[in-house]
């Protein structure tokens, strides 16, 4: 397996005399765990070790414990990643951020809070493109769509393409084909990835969305569905945008030259 791009340049930093062979060992050290107390252990190698970040979940977390990892991880690191935020926990860390020198970036349609030190992430050179069906999917293709971008990728998106009416499909596809892997979102009865999967020659990954109503509503035949495609793609859980953005960016970001 070829080493991840980050390595490589850790590598390459310390071959040219730019950093000490302990501050590459330290760099490059993909088990190093950070704890917060005893509510958190920090993966801060994961992004070396995976080539993908740590995130940060906020669903289910006591704002203060949640601020308290995020900070802490952002200083870290230089970047964290707060997926599934509320925008009270937002006002609740922004503050601190501000205090600490620490920007903060928040994605309202995606609920996703970054911080860095450096407020912009390398590019890579990987293409994605991100399909909806329904304008009510978008909250779940913005969440992929900023992992992804966080994870170096130019992202290109599509939005409320429909699957009623198959002729609203080809023109919303046309400045995407350039992509090295789609993101098709659906809810409802979830036939749109398996009809792109149909049209392009690059891997599509499905995400069920939650919406629909009555039997199997939720994204529950949504996600039958695509499990069910005779056309070849991927299927994440229902809404798992996360997922289905950073699986992504490891597709995309894998056949790029180093």
Avoid: W
Wanted: aromatic residues 4%.
């Amino acid at each position: 397996m070829p080493p991840n791009q980050t390595l490589k340049e850790v590598l390459a930093r310390y071959k040219q005399g730019e950093i000490t062979l302990d501050t590459a060992a330290e760099e490059i050290e993909g088990v190093r765990l950070d704890y917060i107390g005893s509510i958190a252990c920090m993966d801060t190698g994961r992004a070396v070790r995976c080539g993908m970040p740590e995130v940060v979940l906020a669903e289910g977390k006591d704002t203060r414990d949640l601020a308290t990892i995020a900070l802490q991880h952002a200083e870290t690191t230089g970047r964290c990643i707060i997926t599934r935020i509320r925008p009270d926990q937002v006002a609740d860390i922004e503050d601190p951020a501000r205090i600490r020198g620490i920007h903060a970036r928040y994605h309202e349609t995606g609920r996703i809070l970054v911080l860095s030190k450096d407020t912009t992430s390398k590019t890579t050179g990987g293409i994605i493109g991100i399909i909806t069906a329904g304008t009510s999917d978008i909250g779940v293709a913005e969440e992929a769509r900023i992992i992804a971008e966080e994870m170096g990728c130019e992202v290109r998106t599509a939005y409320d393409v429909g699957a009623a009416g198959i002729h609203r499909l080809f023109p919303a596809l046309k400045p995407l084909i350039g992509a090295h892997v789609f993101i098709v979102c659906a809810g409802r009865e979830g036939t749109l990835p398996s009809v792109v999967a149909g049209l392009v020659d690059k891997p599509v990954i499905g995400v069920p969305v939650s919406t629909g109503y009555g039997y199997m509503g939720k994204g529950r035949a949504a996600l039958a569905s695509m499990l069910q495609s005779c056309s070849v793609i991927a299927v994440v859980n229902i809404d798992a945008g996360f997922t289905a953005g950073a699986f992504a960016a490891r597709i995309a970001n894998r056949g790029l030259p180093s």
